[in-house]
């Protein structure tokens, strides 16, 4: 089983950067395809990014597309959300997943595993 621990999240003005990280335990991190996700107050959770054990061609929701990205570093067990650009609408909290497959998946209820969370507040 993998336990994911995010970390980064903050207060930032609109405009401004955020780097998260997602660190996952156990020592089958390379197999598993990593995504973020989010959820603001009153609404559902959404897809952010989502990237393959390998690496290899990162996914986007439309909404991150030229602003964040993913990546990861599997030597360190860990994923990044880099966000750039931030807007006031970008307020959440955000969520690591992992699904121990090969592929990308933009549904919550594909992934297996979850972190616990970390605020991101973008004032404007």
């Known amino acids: 089983q993998a336990q994911l621990v995010e970390s980064g999240g903050g207060l930032v003005q609109a405009g401004g950067s955020l780097r998260l990280s997602c660190a996952a335990s156990?020592?089958?991190?390379?197999?598993?395809?990593m995504a973020w996700f989010c959820q603001a107050p009153g609404k559902e959770r959404e897809f952010v990014a989502a990237?393959?054990?390998?690496?290899?061609?990162?996914y986007y929701a439309d909404s991150a597309k030229g602003r964040f990205t993913i990546s990861r570093d599997n030597a360190k067990n860990t994923v990044y959300l880099q966000m750039n650009s931030l807007k006031p609408e970008d307020t959440a909290v955000y969520y690591c997943a992992a699904r121990r497959a090969y592929g990308i998946w933009v549904n919550g209820y594909e992934y297996n595993y979850w972190g616990q969370g970390t605020q991101v507040t973008v004032s404007s």
């Open positions: 990237i393959r054990s390998s690496g290899s061609t990162p």
């Open positions: 156990g020592r089958t991190f390379t197999v598993y395809t």
